[in-house]
C-alpha cells in the first residue's frame, strides 16, 4: 500500500529517481517528461481507487504496467503513449507527441516501482504543484536542457499577478506560456475570491488559456496544470504557433513573457496569414507584443516582459510604440536588472497597459541601476519587489506618488507626460535618470564582443554615409 509523504521528502524522491536514470545517461529534460508520463498514470489509478473515476481508457493505465518486465513492460508502455497521445482534452495535451526515452526495460521497471511506492493524488493540489514547480525550477536552471528560455523567475511572476489583480470571472492568456508559470500563478490569485461553485468551475475550464510551440514545453505545462486541479476535460494550453493566427477570442488579462530574437529562420511568414497586424517584422518580441496588443478586449490590461530595444528599436519597433501610447494607456514600465533570467546579460523591462484609451502618463520603476542579482548567490526575491508592488497601487492608480524629486534625485518612482516622449521622433521609451557611478558590463564576454561588433557596424556605416555625403557635395561643387 502507497503511503502518503511530506513534501520534502517526496521531492528528495523525486531526486533519486533522477539520479538513477542520470547515471545510467538518460538526460534530465527526457528524465522530466517520462516523469510526467509515470506520475499521470500513478495519480489517475489513485484518483480511481478513490471512486472518482479514471479519465484514462481501458487497458491504458498504470495498473497494465505493474508487473510486467523486459520488452513486454517496455512495449505496453509505449503503446499506452501513443494512444494517449490521441485523446482530447488536458490528457492529450500532457501526452503530446510522447515517446519512450528510457530505453533500458529494467531502469523502466525500477522507476515504476519506486513512484508506486507512494501515493502522490491524495496530496492537496498546492503540494503536489509545489513538488512538481520545484521540478520545473530546477530542470530551468539545468544549462544542458536549455529549459531556462521557457522559465521566468517565480518572485517577478507573483509580483507581476498582484499589480494585475485578474478576477475569478475574467479569462486570463499567455500566449508563450512556457511550463505555465503565469497561468497557475493567476490561478492561484484567483480561486480564493469565491466559492461559488460556476465561478470555480468557470475558473478550472474555461479561465485559462495559453500556447507553446514545443511540445515538451506543452506537456510539462499541461501536467502543471493538472497538479493544480485543472479540470482533466479542458485544455487550456495547446501546441501551437500563436503568431500565426488572428486571436480566436479576446480575453481579460494577458501575462506573458514571450521569447526575444528574431523569428527562427524556416518558420511560415505570418505577415503571409494575418491581416490585422499592426506592423510588419520578423522581430519576435515586436509580433508577440502586437498580437498581445490585438487579443486584448476593450479595458483589457497587459503585463509583459519585453526586452529594451522593444523601448527604443526605429522602424517597426516606432511605429508599434505610437499605437501603444496612441490608443492604449501604456501607465507603467519596471525596469529590471541583469542576473534573474538563465540567459545571461538579459536586459528587460516588464511594461503594463490598458486597451482602449490613450496614454497621459508613463510611471517608471528603476529596479536596475544600481541593483545586483545573481542566480545563485543572490537570487531575486518577492520581497525585492515589495516597494514596487505599494509604489503601484493597484487598486487606484490615482494614488500614486512619485519618490523621485528635485531633492531626491535616486528615487526610483517618477512619471513622465507621453507629450514630453513624443517630442522625440523616435518616441523613445528608454529612459534613466539615476545615476549609478559603479555600474560595470555584467554580461559575458560573448555579450560584450557582440555589443562592440554592433557599435562598430554603426560607427562604420555611419562613416560610409558621411563620405557618401561628402563626395556627392564635393561633385555638386565642381559641377
Known amino acids: 500500500m502507497a503511503d502518503t509523504k511530506s513534501e520534502s521528502s517526496l521531492t528528495k524522491k523525486v531526486w533519486n529517481m533522477a539520479d538513477v536514470l542520470a547515471g545510467a545517461g538518460v538526460g534530465f529534460t527526457d528524465y522530466i517528461i517520462q516523469l510526467t508520463y509515470l506520475l499521470f498514470l500513478k495519480m489517475d489509478d489513485e484518483k480511481e481507487s478513490f471512486g472518482l473515476g ?6 491504458n493505465k498504470w495498473k497494465d504496467l505493474i508487473g510486467l518486465k523486459g520488452t513486454d513492460l517496455s512495449n505496453k508502455y509505449e503503446k499506452i503513449l501513443a494512444n494517449l497521445s490521441e485523446k482530447d482534452g488536458l490528457i492529450g495535451a500532457i501526452f503530446t507527441e510522447a515517446q519512450n526515452k528510457i530505453n533500458k526495460p529494467a531502469l523502466l521497471q525500477k522507476l515504476i516501482g519506486m513512484i508506486d511506492e507512494d501515493s502522490w493524488f491524495s496530496m492537496d493540489g498546492d503540494l503536489k504543484g509545489a513538488i512538481y514547480e520545484s521540478i520545473l525550477e530546477k530542470n530551468g536552471q539545468d544549462k544542458k536542457s536549455g529549459a531556462g528560455q521557457y522559465f521566468t523567475p517565480r518572485p517577478l511572476i507573483q509580483a507581476m499577478v498582484d499589480v494585475t489583480k485578474p ?3 475574467e479569462t486570463v492568456c499567455d500566449p508563450a506560456c512556457g511550463t505555465g508559470g503565469f ?7 484567483m480561486k480564493p475570491q469565491s466559492n461559488d461553485m460556476q465561478k470555480i468551475k468557470f475558473l478550472q475550464t474555461e479561465a485559462l488559456s495559453g500556447n507553446d510551440i514545443t511540445p515538451l514545453v506543452v506537456t510539462l505545462a499541461s501536467m502543471n496544470l493538472y497538479l493544480h486541479d485543472i479540470s482533466p476535460d479542458t485544455t487550456p494550453i495547446k501546441c501551437a504557433d500563436s503568431l500565426e493566427k488572428e486571436p480566436e477570442k479576446l480575453v481579460d488579462v494577458i501575462l506573458a513573457n514571450p521569447p526575444f530574437g528574431d523569428r527562427a529562420s524556416g518558420s511560415v511568414d505570418i505577415s503571409t496569414l494575418r491581416t490585422d497586424l499592426i506592423v510588419t517584422t520578423n522581430n519576435n518580441q515586436l509580433n508577440f507584443l502586437q498580437h498581445m496588443m490585438l487579443s486584448l478586449k476593450r479595458g483589457g490590461r497587459a503585463a509583459i516582459v519585453l526586452p529594451d530595444n522593444v523601448l ?7 511605429k508599434l510604440r505610437k499605437e501603444l501610447l496612441t490608443n492604449y494607456n501604456l501607465h507603467t514600465v519596471l525596469r529590471l536588472p541583469t542576473g534573474i533570467f538563465y540567459a545571461n546579460g538579459v536586459k528587460a523591462n516588464v511594461i503594463f497597459f490598458t486597451k482602449g484609451e490613450p496614454t497621459k502618463d508613463i510611471w517608471y520603476y528603476d529596479y536596475r541601476t544600481g541593483i545586483k542579482h545573481t542566480l545563485v548567490t543572490n537570487p531575486l526575491k518577492r520581497s525585492n519587489l515589495d516597494d514596487f508592488v505599494e509604489c503601484y497601487c493597484a487598486d487606484d492608480l490615482s494614488k500614486r506618488k512619485e519618490t523621485w524629486s528635485e531633492e531626491t534625485p535616486d528615487g526610483r518612482w517618477r512619471k513622465f507626460s507621453v507629450e514630453e516622449i513624443l517630442k522625440d521622433d ?5 529612459i534613466k535618470w539615476i545615476k549609478d557611478e559603479t555600474d560595470e558590463y555584467d554580461g559575458t564576454l560573448a555579450d560584450l564582443m557582440k555589443d562592440i561588433g554592433e557599435k562598430a557596424a554603426n560607427i562604420g556605416s555611419a562613416y560610409k554615409a558621411l563620405l557618401d555625403l561628402v563626395k556627392d557635395i564635393k561633385e555638386d561643387e565642381a559641377e
Open 54 to 59: 479514471s479519465a484514462l481508457p481501458e487497458d
Open 167 to 169: 478576477k475569478i470571472t
Open 183 to 189: 497561468l497557475l500563478a493567476a490561478y492561484d490569485y
Open 312 to 318: 527604443f528599436a526605429d522602424g517597426a519597433g516606432q
Open 426 to 430: 523616435k518616441t523613445s521609451l528608454d
